[in-house]
């Protein structure tokens, strides 16, 4: 069993539709969570990041943290076809660790 | 201010042979992190240099090794080549020292193919 495991998708929504992405992990030593966006033929860029439980917003974006339940979610709200790329969850558990362990990544299609 | 680049965009080996992948960090960046991406296992880490030295090791085969110049560029290098071997191979780069893992800046990668 991967330490992170994300479902691959593919999710395709309607433009304006809330994207709900998530990941779950087995790590329990993880406390610094990450989500970053791929467009095809680029590298990873980071959209949020959050540190142990909660919830954090920018934007149009919202992620949350359970670490009770081991369970990371991004939301995307009016969703646009811009956001059409691949979503990539990772953590880790310290703070300077660039280690990071990924999930598989969620593609996403908005549709206009 | 130039991102990560990493050289080439695209690779075709075969198997057997070697490579030889490069990253140019960020500039003032320190700290370079070498990355696999493949559809199966998505992106799995490799190593991490800071100051020439190896300071963290991702679980892959001797086969695969890096070096980090005085000048923060890195390069990784692959052996007797698998068609597993076929990925794509991503590097970031962060400022460090005392820099969180938020401040990690990835390049686009180096598509490598193993025949």
């Known amino acids: 069993q991967k330490e992170v495991e994300q479902d691959p998708g593919p999710l395709s929504v309607p433009e304006g539709a809330i994207v709900s992405l998530n990941c779950t992990y087995s790590n329990s030593a993880f406390q610094y969570f990450m989500w970053y966006r791929q467009y095809s033929r680029k590298g990873p860029e980071l959209l949020m990041y959050t540190y142990s439980s909660g919830n954090k917003e920018d934007g149009r974006f919202t992620a949350q943290v359970d670490k009770s339940s081991k369970y990371i979610s991004l939301f995307i709200r009016d969703s646009q076809p811009s956001d059409s790329a691949t979503y990539l969850c990772a953590m880790s558990a310290a703070l300077n660790d660039y280690k990071l362990s990924f999930g598989a990544g969620t593609t996403v299609t908005v549709r206009a | 201010k130039a991102g990560v680049t990493q050289t080439p965009r695209y690779l075709i080996k075969t198997r057997g042979q070697q490579v030889t992948l490069s990253c140019s960090p960020i500039?003032?960046?320190?700290?370079v992190s070498w990355y696999q991406q493949t559809p199966g296992q998505g992106l799995q880490f490799l190593f991490e240099?800071?100051?020439?030295?190896?300071?963290n090791k991702g679980n892959f085969p001797g086969r695969f090794s890096g070096r980090q110049f005085s000048n923060s560029r890195s390069e990784m290098n692959v052996s007797t080549l698998e068609l597993g071997d076929s990925a794509l191979y991503l590097c970031?780069?962060?400022?460090?020292?005392?820099?969180?893992?938020?401040?990690?800046?990835f390049g686009s990668g180096t598509q490598l193919s193993v025949l």
């Open positions: 500039s003032g960046h320190r700290s």
């Open positions: 240099y800071f100051s020439e030295t190896q300071r």
């Open positions: 970031a780069s962060s400022k460090d020292p005392g820099t969180t893992n938020e401040k990690l800046f």
